[in-house]
């Protein structure tokens, strides 16, 4: 029981790592444009293009918008997802202060665990207040075409904050495993960018193309919003598969990488 004890984060180690990331201001940008800044932006240029061109152009609101403006949500937040998993996972040691840390006496695993939740409660926010806006505006700007559902709003909100975790989790995991925060947004966006909306086309993999994180993540979309935010064909998959995937990816990149986050020499 003491050992679990020791091997758990306090409130007070956690806010102290959510501090040191909320302190970074280039961070704190970045996140802030990838995440709201991009999404207040894409509503304003859809909009003044129906204000100036309503023939050619439609409301910028609706369903449709919504889906395209969620898979933008989806797509940039996991970007930022990795730029704030790969500080959190590997700052220290890229700053050189990871002996630090070990030498007050605090257990290596709390040390680890406690940058999970801090990440994640940096993060968030952010996805959450863009994914606000997106919502308020696909309804403030429909005009005459549907709106979307409440229902249908809170499930691409889950849908989108669940994108945006599970490559924070991911990206944090190779993080501690790489030690070294460069490699781990290149790993990171070269699988979600680049690698995955290529396999999510080729339906010929069969069972491998399921494996693939994007790909089972792209099966959880809302059926509401059609295929505005899907990166490709709409094959099948049930949701026990489909959360096994997602599951099995996040524990052995954790895994992994609190190995190496506790075995590493200081």
Not at 16 to 21: E, G, I, Q, T
Not at 29 to 39: D, F, I, M, Q, R
Not at 166 to 179: P, S, V, W
Not at 233 to 249: E, F, G, K, Q, Y
Request: charged share 10%; glycine share 8%; proline share 5%.
């Amino acid at each position: 029981m003491t050992a679990l004890a020791l091997a758990l984060p306090t409130p007070r180690l956690v806010s102290a790592d959510l501090l040191k990331l909320r302190r970074r201001t280039g961070l704190v940008v970045v996140t802030a444009l990838l995440t709201v800044g991009s999404v207040a932006l894409t509503y304003t240029i859809i909009e003044l293009l129906h204000v100036f061109n309503p023939t050619a152009n439609g409301p910028a609101g609706g369903v449709l918008k919504l889906g395209h403006v969620s898979f933008l949500l989806a797509a940039l937040g996991s970007v930022a997802a990795a730029v704030v998993a790969a500080t959190a996972g590997a700052g220290d040691l890229d700053a050189l202060v990871s002996r630090d840390l070990v030498v007050t006496g605090r257990s290596r695993v709390a040390l680890y665990l406690s940058r999970i939740p801090a990440g994640l409660l940096f993060l968030l926010p952010f996805v959450a207040t863009a994914y606000a806006v997106a919502a308020a505006a696909s309804v403030v700007f429909a005009a005459s075409i549907p709106e979307p559902s409440t229902r249908l709003l809170a499930v691409t909100g889950a849908w989108a904050l669940l994108q945006v975790t599970f490559y924070y989790l991911l990206a944090f995991g190779l993080a501690c495993l790489l030690g070294s925060r460069s490699y781990t947004i290149g790993v990171v966006l070269a699988l979600r960018l680049a690698l995955t909306p290529i396999l999510a086309q080729i339906t010929t993999l069969g069972v491998v193309r399921e494996l693939v994180p994007g790909v089972a993540l792209d099966h959880l979309s809302p059926a509401g919003l059609g295929d505005s935010a899907r990166m490709g064909p709409n094959v099948p998959m049930s949701i026990a598969a489909t959360a096994a995937v997602l599951i099995c990816w996040t524990a052995a990149a954790l895994a992994a990488g609190g190995r190496r986050d506790a075995t590493r020499d200081a």
